[in-house]
Structures are given as C-alpha cells and as structure tokens.
C-alpha cells in the first residue's frame, strides 16, 4: 500500500524512467544530454571552491602505518577511506577534492594568459593587416608548429617544476589558438558598414577595436575558452604525470595517477580515481563547449 | 550659391597584383578616372550609375576612408588630405554619412542610445549633459520615439534602422550627407518616408546631400543636381528638370529609357551587353562598345566633359 502511493504520487508529478531518458537523449530535437556535462562541471566548480573544507582527512599528512588501504567496498576497505590510501597513506578521495582547486585554479588561469595574448594579437593582426598581420601570424605559425607537451617539458626542466611557470608556459604556447580565431573574425567584422562608419565618426582605432570589433567576438571566444579547458587540464595532468608539472606534494591529479603507476597491480585504486576524474572532466568540458559552439556559433566547428 | 565641396582632377587607381612570393603590379582598376564635381550649400548632388562604375569609391574618397590617387578634395576652400589634425577633426564632424544596408551599419551590440551619441563622444563636442539633449532631439528629427534609446538596433525594422543611421549621422550637426543608395535597400513605401524626411531635414537644417544611387526615380525626386558615370568618368552633369528633359549623353538615355518601360520599347535606345572591366577599359569613348550612336570617331578619341547648353555637360562626340 506504501509502495503503490508512493508510485501513485511519481506518476502524477510526471517523473518515470522513461521520461528522464527522453529527456537527456532528446529534448525539443536538440540533446538533453548536456544536463550531465553541465553537472560534473558544477561539480568540479564547487568542489574547486570548497574542495578543502568537504575533505574528511588532510590531503598532504602522510602515515605509513595505513599505506595502500583499499576502497571501501574492497572486503579489507573501510568507510574511513572511502577510495583507500596512496603510498603515503594519504586518502585519496580528500586528495582528489583538494586536487580539484589546483587544476580549476590552473585550468582558469592558464586560459585566460593565452587568451588575453592571443585576443590582443589576433585583433593587431586583423585590423592593422599588412606586416604587423604577416609577423604576428608567422609567429602563430611558428608556435602552432611545437610539439607542445615536449616544449613545454623542455621549458619546465629548465626553469624547474613550478605551478607558475608551468602557467607561464601553457599560456605561451596556446595563445596561438585564440590569435588565429580572432584575426580571422577581425578581417570580417572589420569591412561591415559599423566599423567605416565609426571612423567617420571620428573614432580612434583602439576605440573601434574595443566597442565594435571586440563584442561581436566574445561568443567565439567563450566557446574556444570552454572547449580549452579541457584541454589544459589535460596538459596539466600529463605534464604533471611525467614529473614536469606542479610539484609534489601539491595533490595535482596527474601526480596522483604517476604516483600509483608502479602498483597498478596491487593498488589498482591509487591511479584509477584521479584519472576518472581528470577523465570526467575534460569530457564534461569538451562535450559543454561543443554544445556551446553550436547554439552561439556553428561556424566554429573546426576548431 | 556658396560652393561647399568641389572634387578636382579626383583618380583612384586599384593595383591588381599577382603573384604570392614575388607580387608584382599587373594593372591598374580605374575605379575613379578624373571627376569633379561641386556641391553647392542647402542643395543635393545626385551621382547616378551602374554598379562597379566608381559611385562607391568616390564616396570612400570624400568620407577619407581611401586616399585619392591623385587629385584633390576641397571642403570650404581647403584640401582635406593636406590639412592639419585638428582641421581633420573639423572635417570628420561636419561630414557624416548613411549607408545602403541598415542592418550592418549599426553596431549589434550597441545600444540605440550609445550608436547616436558616439559621433559627439569620439569628437568630443559636447560636455555629457547637453550630449544627451542633442541625442534626443536629433531623435525628435528622425520622428523616433524616446523609448527606442535603451534598445537594441536588431528590435528595429529596416526604415527604423535607416532613421536611427540617420539621427546618429546628424547628431553632430554636419553640414554635409553623404548618402550611399539610402534607400535603396528598403520597401518602397518605407524608402518614400525616409526620402521625404530627407527632404524635410534638408530644409529646416540647411543641409547639403551627396547622394549616390542607382535608381533614377531616387535620385530625381531629391537631387538638384545630376551626375552619370560611366566607367569612372563623368559623362554628364546637369541640373535635375535639365537632364530629365533632355538627356544628351547616349548613356544617360538608355539609362532613362531603361527606367521608364512605360512606352514601347525603343529598339535602339535599349542598352545592351555588358560593361566593359574597369582594368582595360575600351580605347577612346569608354561608352563607345555599347552605344547605338558610334561613329568612328568614338573608338579613336576619348571625349572630353564640355558645356552644352547653360550648366549642362557632356562628354560626348556627337552631342
């Protein structure tokens, strides 16, 4: 009798099964499925903000008396550690909360460095045209050219593993990316009837630049940022893994993953949880910004 | 009449280069080719013509968007592309322009109020206070309602752009228009309003037009004056009842011809074919491959703009 009005009352609010699936597959012909991208990165978002204070143990205390705890549901695991220890006897699951404020944080900054360079040039580039354009855009060229994990590893091992050199680098190398984009949409925003009309008008250049040009670019940056997200966690983990990137014992997630790779197979937990999440994430941006890109700018598509 | 603006001797030339590593310099588009012409204070010069024959150009040249080639530009007496900077500032303020499309002659992302008032902010001409006073009376001009300021130009229908170009065109208080097929791209019910209010502003601002369009029923209704190009020439200036009753050049009476449809079609007033490329041009009279008129003499020797009767020129052989 409880179970049938409770069934009663999900049938009159209009929840079923059937219906959330309908929903994150279809909605009104676009996908819904964008709920769950958007989800991981609130998620992430919040845990990047109050990540330390949700951790039940300190991320960077070591103990080794409890080294390679399983997760919980292992029959040696316990709920004191809910995704087991590390080497250390670190939990996991705070480092991976903790972790979460160094790649946002890093994730954040390292997109906003390249496309605060790459927007400034990419404007130069595109309104100014003739040399400034051919210098910057052989620049563009050049960069675009670089392996970027093997320059960036080269830059770091000489100037050592740092989170701010580190940044320094990433956001050297992919401002790039943002200068083409913005060049190339400054050379067409550039010939419409506003932009001659604010130099009858009596404009400056920096002033057309900035109240004409720039807002009809910022779509098309949000959504290259997005979809740079992504990666840049991903460069960060990778770079971090190889022993390049942000130092021990800042809990970085790609550390994390290294620091379980020789016990893959006694301690499986160790590398698996932090790369679900780096994982997680980088999906979740990828698919946000490509939902992105086709609702405010479905030119972008081969980016 | 005081003469506001006269052309001298104007020439554009477009270099057509090829080549990637090694550009090199293959020709030269003559877009503009020699004109002058003078606008007088308080009154329209209507410039008429097929598309690609220089219209454009000429109005690039007088808003300083292209730097003649040769030749000069003079406003009030002085040479605009040799004055000083602050003459320059002068000069942007007292010429102000609208475009054929309304939908890209407006900032997207701007609102009503900041399009019409960034003349007088780039200018610096008015302190912020009366700035507002003058946005909203340039906007009573264009018979717009005070809440359009706070909106944005997409929530306007195409004549409501136009005006807002318009309001934001006078808002300095230019004494010369340049109007670039303004109406051109609107419904003809809505092009009449915006040419009559044209009309209207002319008078009670004294302002003077520099009006460029293809279509001769425009350019009737507003111009006092008439000017045909060709191929970027001039080939005939005259005043507007003038050049309506008896168009001289072969060219101007096609055109016409063309436009009134009403009667019979002459055969041999009908023009035909296409116009020649502006990059090699046809020797002697530019016109001279597809007039009806053309004696040998055309093909040869390249006519010059000469008086007819009173304020009438033609370039003409055989007028």
């Known amino acids: 009798m409880k179970y049938k009005g409770l069934k009663e009352a999900v049938r009159h609010s209009g ?8 929903f994150l597959i279809r909605r009104k012909g ?9 989800v991981i990165l609130g998620l992430f978002v919040f845990v990047g903000a109050f990540g330390p204070l949700l951790a039940p143990h300190s991320a960077t205390e070591t103990n080794l008396s409890i080294r390679y705890q399983p997760p919980a549901w292992d029959a040696d695991g316990s709920w004191k550690y809910p995704l087991g220890t590390d080497h250390l006897g670190r939990d996991i699951l705070s480092r991976i909360l903790v972790g979460a404020r160094v790649s946002l944080t890093f994730a954040l900054l390292a997109v906003g460095l390249a496309g605060i360079i790459g927007t400034l040039l990419g404007l130069i580039a595109g309104y100014y045209g003739s040399w400034i354009d051919a210098i910057i855009m052989r620049l563009v060229d050049g960069v675009m050219s670089l392996p970027l994990i093997l320059v960036a590893m080269a830059i770091v091992v000489v100037f050592g593993p740092s989170f701010v050199n580190l940044l320094i680098v990433l956001g050297c190398l992919m401002w790039a990316f943002y200068a083409r984009l913005v ?26 630049i900035a109240h004409h040009i720039f807002p009809s670019l910022v779509h098309s940056l949000v959504v290259l940022a997005t979809l740079q997200i992504g990666l840049v966690i991903l460069m960060e983990s990778a770079l971090s893994f190889l022993g390049v990137g942000i130092p021990p014992p800042t809990p970085a997630w790609g550390v994390m993953v290294a620091d379980g790779r020789s016990v893959l197979d006694i301690a499986w937990w160790v590398s698996l949880f932090p790369g679900l999440a780096i994982g997680a994430v980088v999906l979740a941006a990828n698919l946000f910004g490509d939902w992105l890109r086709d609702k405010l ?7 | 009449m005081n003469i506001l603006l006269q052309t ?13 590593l090694f550009s090199q310099t293959r020709g030269w588009i003559k877009a503009v080719d020699g004109v002058d012409f003078t606008l007088y204070e308080g009154q329209t010069f209507g410039l008429v013509g097929e598309s690609g024959c220089g ?5 690039k040249l007088v808003l300083l968007l292209e730097k003649p080639t040769s030749g000069s530009i003079f406003f009030r007496g002085r040479d605009i592309n040799r004055i000083k900077r602050d003459m320059l500032k002068q000069y942007r303020t007292s010429v102000q322009a609208v475009f054929q499309d309304p939908y890209s002659s407006l900032s997207p992302r701007m609102r009503v109020e900041s399009i019409i008032a960034e003349p007088l902010k780039a200018s610096k001409l008015l302190p912020e206070k009366q700035r507002r006073e003058r946005v909203e009376a340039v906007l009573r001009e264009v018979r717009l309602d005070h809440d359009a300021l706070r909106r944005y130009p997409h929530e306007f229908s195409g004549g409501q752009r136009q005006r807002i170009a318009l309001a934001r065109a006078l808002s300095t208080r230019p004494s010369l228009l340049v109007l670039d097929e303004p109406v051109s791209a609107l419904d003809v019910s809505v092009g009449a309003e915006v040419m009559n209010l044209l009309k209207d502003l002319q008078e009670e601002l004294g302002l003077t037009y520099l009006l460029v369009a293809h279509n001769l029923a425009t350019i009737r209704h507003m111009s006092h004056h008439i000017g045909v190009m060709y191929l970027g020439k001039l080939v005939e200036m005259a005043p507007c009842e003038e050049f309506y009753s008896h168009p001289l050049h072969p060219y101007s009476q096609g055109l016409l ?24 041009p046809p ?37």
């Open chain 1, 15 to 22: 929840l079923s099964l059937r219906r959330l699936g309908q």
């Open chain 1, 30 to 38: 676009r996908p819904g499925y964008i709920v769950i991208p958007i």
């Open chain 1, 183 to 208: 060049r190339g949409d400054t050379l067409s925003i550039k010939e419409k009837d506003f932009v001659a009309l604010a130099k009858i008008a009596g404009c400056s250049s920096p002033r057309i």
């Open chain 1, 297 to 303: 700018d479905p030119r972008l598509r081969q980016v």
């Open chain 2, 8 to 20: 001298q001797e104007l020439k554009k030339y477009f270099p057509v280069v090829r080549g990637f």
């Open chain 2, 55 to 59: 219209k454009t150009t000429v109005v």
């Open chain 2, 257 to 280: 011809h063309a436009a009134s449809r009403g009667g019979a079609v002459t055969e041999g007033l009908m023009l035909t074919g296409e116009v020649p490329s502006p990059l090699n």
């Open chain 2, 283 to 319: 020797a002697g009279c530019h016109f001279h491959t597809r007039c009806f008129a053309m004696k040998r003499v055309c093909s040869e020797i390249e006519p010059l703009l000469k008086e007819v009767t009173g304020g009438h020129l033609v370039a003409c052989h055989l007028c």
